[in-house]
C-alpha cells in the first residue's frame, strides 16, 4: 500500500472508530474497543474491506499513531479524539509545567471569555511538541499558539490524561491558566 492508500482507509478507520461505529454496525465496548476479526468482517460486508495485513499497515504507518491493538492484537481502538461517549481507561497522570495548544485566530475572542471546551470531543487536546500544536492549529485557519500553564491547573486539581499515542487530554482549560499572545 502506499500513503495514500493508507490515508484513505485510516480516515476511514477513524470515523467508525471514534465517530460512527454504526456506519459498518459494528458496537464499541465502554473502552473503545472492537473486535479485530469483527472489525474486518463488517468492513467486507459495507463494501470496505481490508485484509488483516493491510489493517496492520494502517495501525503501524498512520503518521500520528490513532489506533491501537491490545496484546493479543484481538482488539482494536483509537486512542483519542472520539465524540462517542466512553472511557478510554487512560489514568490521570502529572502534566508537565506548560502544554501548547494550537487554535485559530478567529476562535480566540471566544476563548477569552470561556477558557478552552472540549467542543465536539471528549476532551481538550494538548500537546508538548510546538510543531504538533501549529499542525492542529493550522487545520481551523491562520494558526495561534496558545501556552497552557498545566501543572498549575494540576496542581488545583484538574486531571490530565495522556492517550497511547502521546495526545494530552484535560475536560477544560479556564482561562486563568492560559498565556494569550498580546496582539
Ligand atoms: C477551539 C486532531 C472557540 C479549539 C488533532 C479548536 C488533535 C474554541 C476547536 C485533535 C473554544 C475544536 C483535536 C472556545 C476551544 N471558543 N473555539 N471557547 N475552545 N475552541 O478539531 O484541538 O487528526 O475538536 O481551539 O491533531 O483542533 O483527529 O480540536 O480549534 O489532536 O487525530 O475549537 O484532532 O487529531 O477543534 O484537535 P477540534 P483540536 P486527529
Request: glycine share 6%; net charge positive; aromatic share 8%.
Amino acid at each position: 500500500m502506499n500513503n495514500k492508500e493508507i490515508r484513505k482507509i485510516s480516515k476511514f478507520l477513524s470515523l467508525i472508530l471514534r465517530h460512527k461505529p454504526e456506519i459498518i454496525d459494528i458496537q464499541m465496548d465502554e473502552q473503545g474497543w472492537v473486535k479485530t476479526d469483527e472489525l474486518l468482517e463488517k468492513l467486507r460486508l459495507h463494501h470496505r474491506g481490508i485484509s488483516l495485513e493491510q489493517l496492520k499497515t494502517v495501525v503501524a504507518e498512520n503518521n500520528k499513531k490513532r489506533f491501537a491493538f491490545n496484546e493479543d492484537e484481538s482488539l482494536i481502538r483509537a486512542s483519542q479524539g472520539h465524540s462517542v461517549q466512553l472511557d478510554l481507561g487512560y489514568d490521570a497522570v502529572t502534566p508537565p509545567e506548560f502544554l501548547y495548544h494550537g487554535t485559530a485566530t478567529r476562535f480566540l475572542e471566544s476563548i477569552r471569555k470561556t477558557g478552552l471546551e472540549k467542543r465536539g470531543r471528549h476532551h481538550v487536546h494538548l500537546s508538548q511538541e510546538l510543531s504538533t500544536a501549529k499542525n492542529v492549529g493550522g487545520r481551523h485557519g491562520k494558526v495561534i499558539i496558545l501556552n497552557i500553564r498545566s501543572l498549575e491547573m494540576h496542581q488545583k486539581g484538574f486531571d490530565f490524561f495522556v492517550s497511547e499515542n502521546g495526545v494530552w487530554l484535560t475536560d477544560h482549560v479556564p482561562v486563568e491558566y492560559i498565556a494569550f499572545p498580546d496582539k
